[in-house]
């Protein structure tokens, strides 16, 4: 690093693990086991971390009474810091946790499956915590460290707007769990496709003719086949136009219950991480 390092404490991030990178590392914070701890006690046997049952006002009487009836799911809460960030941005930046550190923070997230936010951030809907599991390389400090090194070269090359974009949906994609039912995920799912769309547009000239090609083109443009995934494109693409434009779902109401596909939201997730992962990786090539 050539400067010196700004410390960031963020989580939370349930494995105590010790991450090297170009630019810096990731270290657990002293009371990590602790906090571990405190925070498997209040996990959902789904893996999932729910919000905290809170009065939403409080207000004391001159007797001393709290308002009575207020309880319910927190919107926004805090979860304890699990880990220190120490990074040495390549250039100035105004606001570092929307810059290199919110970059590396929600790749982070990004690489265990979870969602991560900066300790004195809140949090709204549920974290997974335990549930889908990490990218094999995430198991690996040292190869962890290699492709985090290897993504913000990449990502500190890119222009101003296009370091933004993909930060945006790095944050974005983490979102998808906070949400329950298919329709809800397929519509964050989308919008992150878009998103990829535009950095494909921008970084690499790519053009498509109707807004039906989009996906197509960015696919093959970054090696990622889509019915591998079990994606049908034309499905997909006539499930957005139908729910964007007519608030219809399977052509029925969006959360009624009904025989249809269960897999299509979870399958453009797979799809939405094999192109993070190309545009990450292709670089300005």
Same mark, same amino acid.
């Given at each position: 690093?050539t ?5 960031i404490r963020?989580?939370f991030?349930p494995?105590?693990?010790?991450i090297e990178f170009?630019?810096g590392?990731i270290?657990?914070i002293?009371?990590?086991d602790r906090?571990?701890k405190?925070?498997?006690?209040r996990?959902h046997e789904?893996g999932h971390?729910?919000?905290p049952v809170l009065?939403?006002?409080i207000v ?5 009474r709290?308002t009575? +009836? /207020? #309880?319910r799911p927190?919107? !926004?809460y ?6 220190n960030l120490y990074i040495a941005?390549?250039?100035h930046?105004s ?8 970059f590396v923070?929600?790749?982070l997230g990004?690489?265990?499956r979870?969602r991560l ?5 809140f949090y709204?809907g549920?974290?997974?915590v335990d549930?889908?599991?990490?990218f094999?390389l ?14 913000y070269e990449?990502?500190?090359n890119?222009?101003?707007?296009e +370091? /933004? #974009?993909?930060t945006?949906? !790095?944050y ?9 039912w ?5 519509t ?8 990829c ?7 690499f000239?790519l053009?498509a003719k ?5 996906i197509?083109?960015?696919?093959k443009a970054m090696?990622?086949?889509p019915?591998h995934?079990?994606?049908?494109l034309?499905t ?8 964007f434009h ?8 969006p959360?009624?219950v009904? #025989?249809r596909?269960f897999y299509i939201?979870a ?5 939405c991480?094999?192109l ?8 300005k090539?």
């Amino acid at each position: 690093m050539t400067a010196s390092p700004t410390v960031i404490r963020f989580g939370f991030l349930p494995h105590k693990c010790v991450i090297e990178f170009g630019n810096g590392k990731i270290t657990p914070i002293s009371e990590f086991d602790r906090v571990a701890k405190a925070v498997k006690k209040r996990l959902h046997e789904d893996g999932h971390l729910y919000p905290p049952v809170l009065p939403s006002v409080i207000v004391v009487s001159a007797l001393g009474r709290k308002t009575p +009836r /207020t #309880r319910r799911p927190a919107h !926004l809460y805090q979860v304890p810091p699990s880990h220190n960030l120490y990074i040495a941005p390549q250039r100035h930046e105004s606001n570092i946790r929307e810059g290199s550190a919110g970059f590396v923070i929600h790749l982070l997230g990004f690489l265990f499956r979870t969602r991560l936010q900066f300790a004195d951030w809140f949090y709204d809907g549920r974290i997974p915590v335990d549930f889908t599991g990490t990218f094999a390389l995430a198991r690996d400090p040292i190869q962890a460290g290699n492709y985090i090194s290897n993504a913000y070269e990449t990502w500190s090359n890119w222009p101003e707007v296009e +370091r /933004t #974009r993909f930060t945006n949906i !790095l944050y974005m994609h983490s979102r998808v769990s906070a949400y329950e039912w298919d329709w809800e995920q397929f519509t964050l799912e989308y919008m992150i496709l878009d998103a990829c769309w535009k950095m494909g547009q921008k970084l690499f000239k790519l053009h498509a003719k109707t807004n039906a090609d989009r996906i197509p083109v960015l696919c093959k443009a970054m090696g990622v086949e889509p019915h591998h995934l079990g994606i049908d494109l034309k499905t997909m693409t006539d499930l957005r136009n139908d729910l964007f434009h007519e608030g219809l779902w399977y052509k029925a109401r969006p959360s009624s219950v009904g #025989r249809r596909p269960f897999y299509i939201h979870a399958a453009m997730g797979a799809l939405c991480k094999e192109l993070i992962l190309a545009l990450i990786g292709r670089g300005k090539k």
